[in-house]
């Protein structure tokens, strides 16, 4: 079993920057695949960022490529997303997720923390 806990979320100006932090329970989190979704009001949870078990690779969503960054300490059993140059279209609950296998597919991950929510607005 793996227990995953959202951080980090809050209310910033177009522009700004945030950092989520998710910390794992358990002693098998440097064996997953870590993931971060997000679901916006009225749409589906969609993937944002994926890195590998030991952080060498990183995948990205188009929307956020270049603004968004990924990464990892299996020291601390956690996984943070780094979010700068953020936009009203970013504002969503994040969730992070623990999947074997690297996929962008949301039915794929086999757990997920309950999510933090992020405001991006004036």
């Known amino acids: 079993q793996v227990q995953l806990v959202e951080s980090g979320g809050g209310l910033v100006q177009p522009g700004g920057s945030l950092r989520l932090s998710c910390a794992a329970s358990?002693?098998?989190?440097?064996?997953?695949?870590m993931e971060w979704f997000r679901q916006a009001p009225g749409k589906e949870r969609e993937f944002v960022a994926a890195?590998?078990?030991?952080?060498?690779?990183?995948w990205y969503a188009d929307s956020v490529k270049g603004r968004f960054t990924i990464s990892r300490d299996n020291a601390k059993n956690t996984v943070y997303l780094q979010m700068n140059s953020l936009k009203p279209e970013d504002t969503a609950i994040y969730y992070c997720a623990a999947t074997p296998t690297y996929t962008r597919a949301k039915d794929g991950m086999d757990y997920w923390g309950k999510g933090t929510l992020v405001t991006v607005s004036s």
């Open positions: 358990g002693r098998t989190f440097s064996t997953y695949v």
């Open positions: 890195i590998s078990r030991g952080g060498g690779t990183r």
